[in-house]
């Protein structure tokens, strides 16, 4: 890895990986005329369709030419193959990768920004330099086994159990909803090692090799067309101790180091809410001249108002938050963001009716279809709906519980 002195300054600091990244356009860079326009189609969620073996080997290979810049994950310590920055240098990182055109990270995310904070956090010190530098480089891929059939939205809830045996734990249960399970090397698993402590505290936390014997992989076809999301069986699993993340019965407050990293990074810089959508929609509604139809102004009021909202909450420094809403800020930040998109996905609905379900061949029409089925899997991906007013409620508006 090349040792490079970098600006701490967020506008220099974008300037520099510019600079920095130019070489390697060539290489990794979409083509002008192709980027954002596969088929026409506009995600709220990126997912790899059928066929994407070569496109992630080249991700990975894109993730290794980072790492090897020394630019690939800007607030990690510098002893791992990070620039000592802080998340606002992430956040830059990806808006420069996204603006000079380089693919996008979409099946890097979980392992990069909720099971490496976990690593980080909690790992023992042999785990955590092997694994964190591993997933930044590109050579893991790394999924999040927290949700189950029978839990819920109640992820204390979880019953995949996990039994001791020398020095390896034997996993059984089935998770579910697991972005990237399909493509993932290791698996951040929250299991049950004690039925009889209380739940929260009868939960450990594990780092599972997703291509061991009796690991498991389905995925579930959505109504998007895509599959991103996965069943995952665990037959018999054995993980060794040492690839224990935390203590035992300390997996809960190791899950919620993963969830908070999880809806602050969702919603950070306005998550999906990028600005190659805003620029579809307003070109949509110019198109359409759906700005001067009296029945739709309402609508398009409603969807500024909530960008509005959504940019300007994400716009905020950590010290600008007030005190109780600081610790809650993520839940906040995916709330707006939710928000938000809905607003886009009613307006493209509204304007373009049937047209956005049924392919006519028309240009920026179907395209949609893409985007509005797949914003209702938003409310549910890193906590519902329903757990996020709960956490802004108590935690940082100190309601009482029901």
């Known amino acids: 890895m090349t040792t490079i002195a970098v600006p701490t300054d967020l506008t220099a600091f974008g300037a520099h990986l510019h600079t920095r990244l130019a070489d390697l356009t060539a290489e990794f860079a979409r083509p002008t005329e192709a980027a954002g326009d596969e088929n026409d189609r506009i995600a709220a969620v990126e ?42 240098h992430d956040a830059v990182l990806d ?44 050579e893991l891929i790394g999924c999040q086994l927290f949700s189950e059939p029978g839990a819920g939205s109640d992820l204390a809830g979880v019953s995949t159990r996990a039994v001791r045996d020398g020095d390896d734990w034997v996993l059984h249960g089935q998770k579910v909803w697991t972005s990237m399970g399909h493509l993932a ?26 291509h061991a014997p009796g690991v498991t992989v389905r995925p579930i076809r959505q ?13 018999g699993v054995r993980v060794p101790d040492s690839h224990r993340i935390g203590g035992v019965g300390e997996g809960w407050k190791v899950a919620s180091t993963s969830l908070g990293n999880e809806r602050s990074t969702m919603s950070g810089a306005a998550g999906p809410l990028t600005p190659y959508v805003m620029e579809r929609t307003v070109a949509l509604v110019r198109r359409l001249g759906a700005e001067a139809d009296p029945v739709h102004r309402p609508q398009i009021a409603k969807t500024v108002a909530a960008v509005t909202a959504m940019r300007a909450a994400a716009g905020l420094t950590p010290g600008s938050w007030s005190h109780n809403l600081a610790p809650v800020s993520g839940s906040v930040l995916k709330m707006l963001m939710t928000r938000a998109l809905d607003e886009i996905a009613h307006l493209a609905e509204a304007v373009l009716g049937e047209r956005a379900f049924v392919d006519h061949g028309e240009k920026d029409a179907f395209a949609w279809s893409e985007f509005v089925l797949g914003v209702p899997a938003l409310h549910l991906a890193g906590g519902t709906d329903e757990i996020q007013y709960n956490v802004i409620a108590q935690r940082g508006l100190g309601l009482p519980r029901r």
């Open 47 to 88: 997912e790899l369709r059928e066929g994407h073996e070569d496109e992630v080997s080249r991700l990975r290979e894109f993730q290794r030419a980072l790492f090897d810049a020394g630019v690939a994950w800007p607030s990690g310590p510098p002893e791992l193959g990070g620039l000592g920055l802080t998340p606002a």
């Open 95 to 138: 808006d420069v990768l996204d603006d000079m055109g380089f693919p996008t990270r979409e099946a890097l995310f979980v392992g990069l920004n909720i099971v490496a904070p976990a690593l980080r956090a909690h790992a023992p010190d042999e785990l955590r330099n092997s694994a964190l530098p591993a997933l930044f480089r590109g």
């Open 185 to 210: 090397d290791v698996g951040e698993a929250l299991v049950r090692t004690d039925p009889a402590a209380p739940k929260h505290a009868g939960l450990t936390m594990f780092l599972v090799d997703m």
């Open 223 to 235: 109504m998007t067309g895509g599959a991103a999301f996965n069943e995952v069986f665990l037959d």
